[in-house]
């Protein structure tokens, strides 16, 4: 009975392995295929940075010999140093700000609500829906009498403001995961409120502070809208400065890909550690 | 070395009163357990004895001193938590000793203190682990050594045995029994588990809707159940409750009709009665006995045999009525069955649920698990 | 002396006000200040190469805005941008998101290259697409055409609108991808597995477990990306500056034109009114949806 069963079993789930095989096999192409074809532009991109003007604007071939002329050129010629640390001190700056504004806040929020708490929170997150070309006009005209037009304070002002919310809401979500058991065994063991936030809090949701952070960086060194409008030259951070290459006289493709390799390595880099908790802040808690 | 007592305990949330006025005295040395249904406020009751939680109205006194403003950690208690709530970035020596390095204990006496208290709890091979790496039976163990080494007048404990495994379960029930042995400390424990607090109490608070329903030893419990709510919760299977009619009050018992006629008379105080009035038979499981000339019969629904054991859910008119018989009565579904009880071991409750008071106290009821061990000792709490 | 005390909680009140107090404060002023100067300059004659004409212009600038025919060209560009990225992204992303929750050989990697345009800032991606991928002659795509003997498309003069789109869908794709994807892993296996015994194939299940499942993800993607891409900017300023002519000239673009360019603070400023209204009607919908989900 059994041999005779597993005989009659046996052609059927090997061609049902069979199958299996094949649509594992067409999966594995087709993912892979839509992958590249997204990722292509960068990918070339990346590999133009390393061609020569002439090769640039040849046509494509993935052979050339590569040479490191565009990145010199970029450093030699056109200060590129100068905008990235500006994209540092820029995103690293409003980073710092939001962080030291959103914990106390996210801390209260998480572990001494209040009936307002919650309408706190959600009307943080309706401040981040104001468009910002809404408000270009005051903005720029605050900014021309008081003198922050083209300063980095200026932008590190804006960008603080503009991840608050997220950073608020992120941080929340991180501290309201923590299990209240343990602050409170940390009160039961005399911790005070400063020792529960040092001892207990903080190694407690340090990857999540950081990841937060991390989400600020990103969001501020992207940014394009504030930063093309209130800076011309001296504060200019890279998204700036790559825009300077859309005027006709600037269009040198090798150098372009060099400079803007440069502009997003470091921020695709923490974008790929990060992508978990990017979704967190992105969607506000409302995707897990 | 503590006593406890709660004077008129209340606390609301918002509207909503989870705790109506609570009156109890914890002697010292005495394992008290609540226990009662989810919701039924035990847990706030603790929280609120630990100071995580603050009393709405009434006093809390250790010692005969209120403590109502004083901070958790300056009560003298320690507490073992449902989840361990063990510090997740410390190892256990860590966790154990972070108390004390809050209290800037110096790093000898601390290692020495954390080092007695890991041979009561055999932790010391573990002692540079993080919580992550130890089994569920080894944080709770961590958890409680942290409770220990602060060494306590009173220890709580939340539900600490609701995350373990049946079998690791009875192992700590029985650790901790010789623990609460060996320590001669006081220990307040909540748990749902009926069987926990019948098996490591002294004195059992059985709570329901933020009231106390009794308190008393877990014998007293079982045999007297001051009402219907009591009789329900206490005991595994469940007490049956059928429908009976009041026939007559005599000096010695209430004499009452069966659902099927029988009339039987009940040991029990029923002065207070009014004539015919409704009332309800309690009788447990294992008080049910298999007897062709029993006054109660019903066909068998459904048959568990547990070897040693057999339980026969016999359908009685509109009440499903569970009989734990020996284990090699040879019925099938569908049989009809008669069955009778020992009117000592029945109860009656009056409509507004409450038991009428037995004429004779069982001679079990004064009974405490110390008692078990110590044959002979007086009995704390004679109920 | 306060019962409450021991708790630390109650007290807690003031606390939490004065650990909140920063964050609300800096929020309010960035909320109310500008959005109040817009909400006044939009009533003002104020321009900034004319300082002599100044005072209560009432509704005049809404009258001038309203009645120029660059604002619904700008209004209808706006919506077609939107809609049209909208649909490839959320659609895209979904079958992405099913694509990639199958397992398969180098999934990981593969996964992270599909989500790495959203993080390259906008302005490189435009100017990438506009250079290398779409320039008419020595662009990727031109190449690709004349390989198989089409013509080549000069994507900026003849589908400058289309070419913004593709641009935009690009850096959101991704986006769309991500979530949706993180949505996906919450789906219980157990009811793909119940699903299966019941005799659902492949498309049944996608239909009737998957996307119900997706549903708030999908609605959460729609709004986020509704609000982002009502004010694209930096994509336009980079390729076409909103031209040629007004064909690739949004909303945002326009506002930025009046205010920068003409220096018409007034007019700029009622143009800022309209937008942040567009805004605030999606912004409602997403704000109850995250309220909705706080309750949980």
């Not at chain 1, 990103?218 to 300077?244: G, Q």
């Not at chain 2, 015919?276 to 066909?299: K, N, Y």
């Not at chain 3, 194939?201 to 549903?215: D, Q």
């Amino acid at each position: 009975m059994t041999t005779l069963s597993s005989k009659t079993a046996a052609p059927r789930s090997v061609s049902g392995w069979r199958s299996a095989q094949s649509k594992r096999a067409i999966i594995t192409v087709l993912g892979w295929m839509v992958a590249l074809v997204i990722f292509f532009p960068i990918f070339w991109m990346i590999l133009t940075g390393f061609k020569t003007e002439t090769a640039a604007i040849a046509d494509p071939t993935l052979i050339f010999s590569p040479t490191l002329e565009s990145y010199q050129a970029v450093h030699a010629r056109s200060g590129y140093t100068r905008f990235a640390l500006n994209s540092v001190a820029v995103a690293f700056g409003s980073t710092f700000f939001a962080l030291l504004i959103a914990i106390p806040s996210a801390y209260a929020m998480a572990f001494l609500p209040t009936k307002r708490t919650k309408g706190t929170l959600l009307w943080m997150l309706s401040t981040k829906m104001l468009p910002s070309v809404g408000v270009l006009v005051p903005i720029y005209l605050i900014f021309r009498d008081v003198g922050l037009l083209d300063t980095r304070t200026g932008l590190i002002i804006i960008y603080t403001l503009m991840n608050l919310p997220i950073v608020v809401w992120m941080l929340y979500t991180f501290f309201k995961d923590m299990p209240k058991d343990i602050l409170e065994a940390g009160r039961m063991d005399g911790a005070s409120t400063l020792q529960e936030v040092f001892f207990l809090l903080l190694p407690l949701t340090l990857p999540g502070i950081a990841s937060t952070g991390l989400l600020s960086v990103i969001l501020s060194w992207n940014e394009a809208f504030w930063s093309l409008n209130l800076t011309s030259s001296k504060a200019a951070p890279l998204t700036a400065y790559i825009a300077s290459f859309s005027s006709p006289e600037g269009l040198f493709w090798a150098k372009l890909s060099a400079a803007s390799t440069m502009a997003i390595a470091p921020i695709l880099i923490l974008g790929w550690m990060t992508q978990k908790q990017m979704v967190r802040g992105l969607t506000f808690g409302a995707v897990k | 070395m503590a006593t406890l007592q709660l004077h008129n305990i209340t606390k609301r949330f918002g509207d909503t009163e989870v705790i109506k006025g609570i009156d109890l005295e914890v002697n010292d040395r005495e394992f008290v357990v609540f226990v009662g249904p989810s919701g039924c406020g035990k847990s706030t009751l603790m929280r609120m004895i630990a100071g995580l939680e603050s009393a709405t109205d009434g006093d809390i006194l250790i010692d005969g001193q209120r403590i109502n403003d004083v901070g958790p950690a300056d009560r003298g208690l320690a507490m073992v938590f449902q989840s361990y709530a063990l510090y997740p970035h410390m190892t256990v020596e860590g966790n154990m000793g972070f108390s004390m390095r809050l209290a800037g204990v110096p790093k000898e006496e601390r290692r020495a203190k954390v080092l007695e208290a890991a041979k009561i709890l055999q932790l010391e091979p573990l002692l540079d682990r993080k919580p992550k790496a130890l089994s569920g039976g080894q944080r709770q163990r961590v958890a409680i050594g942290r409770a220990i080494v602060r060494n306590p007048s009173i220890f709580l404990f939340d539900e600490p045995l609701s995350n373990l495994d049946a079998a690791l379960r009875v192992q700590m029930r029985i650790e901790l029994a010789r623990l609460h042995d060996e320590l001669d400390a006081t220990m307040i424990y909540v748990t749902h588990d009926q069987i926990e607090a019948m098996t490591m109490a002294d004195k059992i608070v059985v709570l329901h809707d933020g009231v106390v329903e009794q308190v008393g030893s877990p014998m007293a419990l079982y045999h007297h159940p001051r009402n219907r709510f009591v009789a329900g919760f206490i005991g595994s299977p469940k007490m049956n409750f059928l429908p009976v009619t009041l026939t007559g009050v005599a000096p010695g018992g209430v004499g009452i009709r069966l659902p099927g006629g029988g009339e039987r008379s009940i040991p029990v105080d029923g002065a207070r009665l009014e004539e015919s009035a409704a009332l309800e038979l309690g009788v447990r499981p294992e008080h049910l006995v298999l007897d062709e000339q029993g006054p109660l019969s019903g066909e068998i629904k459904v048959l568990e045999r547990l070897g040693g054991q057999t339980s026969l859910y016999v359908q009685m008119d509109d009440e499903l009525v569970t009989i734990m018989a020996d284990g090699h009565v040879a019925y099938r579904v569908n049989d009809t069955v008669h069955f009778g009880f020992v009117p000592e071991r029945a109860h009656l409750f009056d409509a507004s649920g409450l038991a009428l008071p037995s004429l004779q106290q069982h001679p079990l009821a004064g009974l405490t698990r110390h008692d078990n061990r110590a044959p002979g000792s007086p009995s704390e709490e004679p109920a | 002396m306060t019962k409450t005390r021991a708790s630390g909680r109650t007290v807690g009140g003031l606390r939490t006000l004065s650990l909140q107090a920063p964050a609300v404060t800096l929020l309010l002023l960035w909320m109310i200040v500008p959005l109040g100067m817009t909400l006044w300059f939009s009533f003002q004659y104020y321009n900034l190469l004319m300082p002599g004409m100044a005072g209560f212009a009432g509704l005049e600038n809404y009258e001038y805005l309203l009645t120029d025919p660059a604002l619904w060209k700008a209004m209808g560009n706006t919506l077609l941008l939107v809609g049209w990225v909208l649909a490839i992204t959320v659609i895209g992303g979904t079958l992405l998101a099913v694509l990639f929750q199958q397992e398969f050989a180098g999934r990981g990697i593969a996964r992270v290259l599909a989500i790495s345009p959203f993080f390259v800032m906008p302005t490189v991606s435009a100017l990438v697409w506009k250079n290398m991928m779409m320039h008419p002659s020595n662009g990727v795509l031109a190449w690709l055409a004349e390989s198989i003997g089409l013509p080549a498309v000069d994507w900026f003069s003849s589908l400058p609108l289309t070419s913004i789109v593709i641009i935009v869908a690009w850096q959101w794709l991704p986006f769309a991808l991500l979530i949706l994807l993180t949505a996906m892993q919450s789906l219980d296996e157990d009811q793909v597995e119940a699903a299966r015994m019941d005799g659902a194939g492949p498309v049944a299940i996608f239909f009737f477990i998957t996307l119900p499942h997706l549903k708030r993800a999908i609605s959460v993607v729609i709004m986020i990306e509704m609000i982002f891409l009502l004010t694209i900017f930096a994509e336009i300023f980079v390729t076409t500056s909103g031209g040629p002519g007004l064909a690739t000239t949004n909303l945002a673009y326009l506002i930025y034109i009046r205010a920068l360019l003409d220096f018409d603070v007034g007019t700029a400023s009622a143009g800022g009114v309209i937008a942040i209204i567009l805004a605030n009607i999606v912004a409602i919908f997403l704000v109850r949806m995250v309220a909705k989900n706080l309750e949980e």
